[in-house]
């Protein structure tokens, strides 16, 4: 875990930004009005994410998430997935094409919905077809209304 210079994060560490998680790949040098620029991936294959600040107060405002989830890079296309938008929504089963980051927020693109909730269809998940059930914790990586 590499340090990165007057900064309260590490390279690799998890930080929880607009509810969802993210992995720090590097944190850049101040840039035009921006104080503070940090790089963080969900599908490196797919896409970079810069989240960019203004104000101390805001970047430091971000959160560690220690809390260990379901690395979604390890997914590829086809594979199967659970789906919906909200927590209220049902899971539908569907295959997994890519990540895209939309309005600064990830949209899970399948071959049949943009979600914004996706998990991977396995033994754990299985059951969850159907209902509006939360998954274990370690599938989750957005912020949850339940």
């Not at 599908?43 to 960019?52: E, H, L, Q, R």
């Not at 938008?85 to 980051?101: L, Q, S, T, V």
Request: hydrophobic share 35%.
């Amino acid at each position: 875990m590499k340090k990165i210079i007057n900064s309260k994060f590490n390279i690799d560490d998890f930080i929880l930004y607009n509810g969802y998680t993210y992995k720090i790949i590097d944190i850049l040098p101040a840039l035009n009005s921006y104080k503070y620029v940090v790089r963080t991936t969900g599908d490196k294959s797919t896409w970079t994410n810069y989240v960019f600040f203004k104000k101390d107060e805001d970047y430091m405002s971000l959160q560690p998430n220690f809390k260990e989830t379901f690395d979604l890079l390890t997914l590829k296309p086809y594979d199967k997935v659970l789906v919906r938008n909200i927590d209220i929504d049902e899971w539908h089963i569907d295959f997994f094409e890519c990540i895209k980051i939309i309005n600064t927020m990830p949209v899970f693109i399948c071959m049949n919905h943009k979600v914004s909730q996706l998990i991977p269809y396995n033994e754990e998940t299985k059951h969850l077809i159907g209902s509006k059930d939360l998954p274990p914790d370690f599938y989750i990586n957005w912020q949850t209304t339940q």
